[in-house]
């Protein structure tokens, strides 16, 4: 008696009779589980906050002039870039957490690599001595080590006359001694290790170094290097972005 390859054998009936029987369907290949879209759009954006407070920390943050101290360099509006590798990779100190964006907001920070001191002229933003919430930003006038002057407006460091003219106006003529107000005659002072001397450019209109002190190196949160935005909002509509201030270099 000859046996049909193609017929199932005894083996194989009993063991479908078995799972009619249960009504259980055998299937040997297994279903890839599929995320909800929620859950998809969520990891997207918490990804993404991740990578913008990490750029913000330790790559390059924006800030927004707010004030004219800094004026004819920067302008009430104008929108700025500072870098935050400008003097090397940074590592924040002195942490807290808030309910906002970022969750974490540093007072200080130390060079992990060190690329470079700030050097005087360097525009730079700094938490603000007297209140550290908010942020400054000035032009280093004197580094650590530095003597720092003013006789009748002219800014002396060691003894030289500072050549300012070129980035600086003074919109008072009248001088004030120094015995009533520092702005125009002031020092001298000299400046302590790992701090720095800053002035606004706007010398007769900046609340700056002359009035509060020094900068500590700590408190420094970066080297401004570009504008990317400036509105002005006043005039005619058509003057109210600063078209030719796009993309201007910080010097």
Known sequence: MSVDPNLPSSDELASRASDATTGVEVSTSVQPIRKSVFREYAEAIVVAMLLAFA???FV???????????IPTLLIGDHILVSKLAYGI????????????PPVN?????????????QRGDI????????EEKDFIKRIVGTPGDTVQLKNKVVLVNGTPLDDKAFTQRI???VIDGTINPRDNFGPVTVPPDSYFVMGDNRDQSLDS?????VREE?????????????SGQGQWQEWVRWGRFGKAIQ
């Open 172 to 174: 008072d003529s009248g």
């Open 60 to 70: 390059v943050q924006a800030f927004k002039i707010p004030s004219g101290s800094m």
């Open 219 to 231: 408190k420094i949160r970066g080297k401004a290097f570009r504008i990317y935005w400036s509105w």
């Open 106 to 118: 540093c007072y200080a920070s130390h060079a992990l690599i060190e690329f470079g001191k700030p």
């Open 124 to 131: 730079i933003v700094f938490r603000f001595p007297e209140d």
């Open 55 to 57: 750029i913000r920390v």
């Open 210 to 214: 002359r009035f509060w002190g020094f």
């Open 90 to 101: 940074q590592w924040p100190s002195d942490c807290k957490f808030q309910v906002a964006f």
